[in-house]
């Protein structure tokens, strides 16, 4: 499978994703390219030292979002990609764009969704005073961090965190959850049945 992870940023999930590539955790998939909003994203030097092919979209130079998405379906089918990845890509897809892909396009939300949705999932948990917060890898739809999730995993916001310190626990999740999943959707073992995702692990031979 060709693999396109989206980015507006750091990129450290992309980052992950390059180094779970290259320890082999999915053979037959490969990251052949990535998409930035923004020309500045410190994703595109780790793509450019990763040697994945770069494309990048600057909303303001379209006449409208419909053109910008279809800026982004053009490459996406030149490049011939299965898999798109969504890794702090800041920007919302149009719902053409997200019907054509569903079943295809990922996001990774940096709390327990349906809990914290939005551009600022840790720091509205560690404001909120919850003391749980979380990652959730989720197939993407029409609706801002919605749809059948895949995979979640709890993080606790202890009493001497902050901000900071809650981020990067969240990060640390976020690292090895987000390859674990695009491994198993490259495995094909993803299967959205209505609202919920079913994971077929392979049976024991035992
Ligand atoms: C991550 O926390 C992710 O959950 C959110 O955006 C952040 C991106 O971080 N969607 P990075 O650019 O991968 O470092």
Do not use: W
């Not at 009493?159 to 999740?173: F, M, Q, R």
Request: aromatic share 6%.
């Amino acid at each position: 499978m060709n693999i396109a992870v989206l980015v507006s940023g750091n990129g450290s999930n992309l980052q992950a994703l390059i180094d779970a590539e290259k320890r082999g955790e999915f053979p037959k998939s490969k990251i052949t390219l990535v998409i930035s909003d923004n020309p500045d994203a410190h994703a595109l030097k780790r793509a450019e030292k990763a040697g994945i092919d770069r494309f990048v979209v600057i909303a303001k130079n379209f006449a409208s979002t419909e053109a910008f998405d279809e800026a982004i379906i053009k490459k996406i089918e030149e490049k011939k990609i299965d898999l798109l990845v969504l890794a702090g890509f800041m920007r919302i897809l149009g719902d053409k764009f997200v019907d054509k892909y569903y079943g295809r396009m990922l996001n990774i939300h940096p709390a327990l969704l349906p809990a914290f949705k939005g551009a600022h999932g840790v720091r509205d948990a560690f404001e909120s005073g919850a003391r749980t917060t979380g990652v959730t890898v989720h197939f993407v739809t029409k609706e801002l961090d919605s749809g059948p999730i895949i995979s979640q995993e709890s993080v606790n916001i202890d009493h001497g965190d902050t901000i900071d310190s809650l981020e990067k626990k969240i990060h640390a999740v976020e690292h090895r959850l987000y390859p674990e999943v695009v491994r198993l959707f490259c495995e094909e073992k993803l299967k959205i049945e209505g609202e919920k995702v079913k994971i077929c692990r392979r049976k024991s031979k035992i």
